[in-house]
Nanobody
Framework: QVQLVESGGGLVQAGGSLRLSCAAS????????MGWFRQAPGKEREFVAR???????NYADSVKGRFTISRSNAKSTVYLEMNSLKPEDTAVYYC????????WGQGTQVTVSS
C-alpha cells in the first residue's frame, strides 16, 4: 500500500516562498517518478513538476524559474520549493507517485494573497 503525505502548505503573500514536502511509504521510493500537481477552485487538476528516478526534472511553463522539485531517496521524500509566488498559484497541491500506476496524496492547501 502506497501512502503519500504532503505538508508545508499555508498562507503567504505574493512574492513569498513556501516549501512543500511529500513523505512516501514505499520502500522502493527511489525507482518511482515523483511529481506535484495542483487544482484551483473550479479548475481541473494540472501538472506542476516531475522528477524521475535519475533526477530528470520537468516543469509546467507557468512555474519554470520559480519552482524547484527535488527528492531525497534516503528520506523517501520529494520537495517542491516555491519562490516568487503569485495569487494564481493558489490551489490544493497534490503529490503523485508513478510506476505504471498513479498514487496520490490527500493534498495541501497553498493560498497566495495579493
Amino acid at each position: 500500500q502506497v501512502q503519500l503525505v504532503e505538508s508545508g502548505g499555508g498562507l503567504v503573500q505574493a512574492g513569498g516562498s513556501l516549501r512543500l514536502s511529500c513523505a512516501a511509504s514505499m520502500r522502493t521510493f527511489s525507482i518511482y517518478t515523483m511529481g506535484w500537481f495542483r487544482q484551483a477552485p473550479g479548475k481541473e487538476r494540472e501538472f506542476v513538476a516531475r522528477i524521475t528516478w535519475n533526477d530528470i526534472t520537468n516543469y509546467a511553463d507557468s512555474v519554470k524559474g520559480r519552482f524547484t522539485i527535488s527528492r531525497s531517496n534516503a528520506k523517501s521524500t520529494v520537495y517542491l520549493e516555491m519562490n516568487s509566488l503569485k495569487p494564481e498559484d493558489t490551489a490544493v497541491y497534490y503529490c503523485n507517485a508513478n510506476r505504471s500506476i498513479d498514487y496520490w496524496g490527500q493534498g495541501t492547501q497553498v493560498t497566495v494573497s495579493s
